[in-house]
């Protein structure tokens, strides 16, 4: 089994700034990309961010230059630290992470996903 756990959400005025943490857990042989999607009330789940192993970033257009997302290999943990924000990056935020496992198979790989962190920001 494998747990992704997100933290650091929270209500923050425009402007202001919040960074957001995320850890993989669990039956992990090594974990490939990890990034951060995040999703308005009834629209779709979108990507914020999303960082390689190697460390190569890819962002939405809509927050380059404000958000910057970086990761600890060793310890299967990515940051996002998010500034500037604006009412419109109000979202939920869910981390992925996708995790090459080894069963009696072989070896295989799968996107998990966190529950998800509410970022709320108040113009």
């Known amino acids: 089994q494998v747990q992704v756990v997100e933290s650091g959400g929270g209500l923050v005025q425009a402007g202001g700034s919040l960074t957001l943490s995320c850890v993989a857990s669990g039956s992990i042989f090594r974990v490939n990309a990890m990034g951060w999607y995040r999703q308005a009330p009834g629209k779709q789940r979108d990507l914020v961010a999303v960082?390689?192993?190697?460390?190569?970033?890819n962002y939405a257009d809509s927050v380059k230059g404000r958000f910057t997302l970086s990761r600890d290999n060793a310890k299967n943990t990515v940051s996002l630290e998010m500034n500037s924000l604006e009412p419109k990056d109000t979202a939920l935020y869910y981390c992925s992470a996708d995790v090459i496992q080894w069963t009696r198979s072989g070896s295989y790989e799968a996107r998990y996903w966190g529950q998800g962190t509410q970022v709320t920001v108040s113009s």
């Open positions: 960082i390689t192993s190697g460390g190569n970033t």
